[in-house]
């Protein structure tokens, strides 16, 4: 057997069911804002699409990927992100993958140097796969954390330069889960400007970039960053995007990788050889889901719906604000975030997630003790009545 498996840790809802094994929970319906999975309609165009190119099931597809989801996507990508017209060649730029949680492991694999004794640096807390991406790829995680006097961003300024210069590969989450923090666009450019001169890749995981609150101001990401800087080749520097949370799509299992062509190239060896080509059919479906803008919108105004209503009930009794984007509040617990986490269920039947599960403690410091994660993802009744639990809950003490 493969030893590096060892250093994986338990997943966060193994130790989430682990603490709430044998509590009974009152005869109340259960709510759970404990998984962080779309549950908003998909939309239904885009299960035509796939319905009308069953037939396709017939081909083998290639890992590259249709030019038309390639050219979609690079398109897309210019639309969103303000980058200049034609600088994303469909062709060497943009590569489809099945969700950005295997492309975010396998990205990993590709970039990483097992000679080299490499740090894969990341916002702590953060989403699991980077660290046993990591692990796996035989590097050493790096934890920078997120806490609320840097605006649940790490504080990048405060990285030794010894730490950049092991730095194979650093992972950016922005919006982020848990925390919701956009990282700004300055930060942005001077982290390419660090890439540079430390030689190391940003992988800028945003599939929670669609999920924002001002209409009139979408988030940048690292490709504004790249367009800003007049840095038409992308160089050390790749987004993840995906259509679960956009599109509520997590069943489609669609996303792409964009930026540098050269990184993209071993990418795309990789990929062939682990063998995950994206079904003909989900790139048909992928298309008609990229090009359309009005179901992104009408799903941005239920997460806001859900976020007025859940804030108005929840800010009076806990520490919590809204955040850049995502569908995440992350709010301070009164008590430690097991034991919140544990009452709540016993006492409300209402599921979260401990803080401290999603971090890792560096030192004596975890950022995310004494936090809870809450997924918005339910109707907004359910959140709602979820929001009056825990308000009283709280209120009660
Ligand atoms: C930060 C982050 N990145 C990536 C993913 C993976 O999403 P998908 O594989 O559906 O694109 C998730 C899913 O919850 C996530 O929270």
Redesign the pocket.
Known sequence: MNDALNLLQPYPFEKLRALLAGVQPPAKKAIALSI?EPKHRSPSFVAEALSASLEQLSVYPTTLGLPALREAVAQWCERRFRVPAGWLDPARHVLPVN???EA?FAFTQTVVNRESNGLVVSPNPF?QIYEGAALLAGATPHYLPCLPENGFNPDFDAVPSEVWQRCELLFL?SPG?PTGALVPLETLKKLIALADEHDFVIAA?E?YSELYFDEQNPPPGLLTACAELGRSDFRRCVVFH?L?KRSNL?GLRS?FVAGDAEILKSFLLYRTYHGCAMPVPTQLASIAAWNDEVHVRANRVLYREKFDAVLGLLQPVLDVQRPDGSFYLWPRTPVDDQSFTRELFAREHVTVVPGSYLSRSVGDLNPGANRVRMALVAPLAECVEAAERIRDFVRAG
């Open positions: 962080g969700g950005t949680r975010l989403y989450c889960n995981d599939c995906s679960s997590p996303g």
